[in-house]
């Protein structure tokens, strides 16, 4: 495994061994990367903005957003509070075992 001037890791073999090997200098070079942010964090107490807590809409509201395994949806169920008595997640794994035999 080669590097360039700019520390981009580049594999020379393209095979599996190559590929873990770019990915283990990857890491490392993400290690430095954060290290370089942590040290750059000014002194001092951290402020920061905390958003307007959005109440959610009374009744109950099904969500479904597409995942890589399929559709993925929420349930919940609210009475006007700030946060929804009951939160259901259907997961896609059992969904898509319907068009298996028993």
Known sequence: MTSTNSKIPVGTRGDTYDRYMVRLEEMRQSRL???????????????????????????????????????????????GSIQPYRVRIRPPSFINLQALDK
Do not use: F, W
């Open 33 to 79: 990367i954060c290290l370089q942010a942590i040290e750059n964090i000014p002194a001092g107490p951290i402020m920061a903005r905390v958003g307007k807590v959005l109440k959610p809409p009374v009744g109950e509201v099904y969500h479904a957003i597409e995942s890589p395994k399929g559709v993925l949806g929420y349930t919940s169920l609210a009475d």
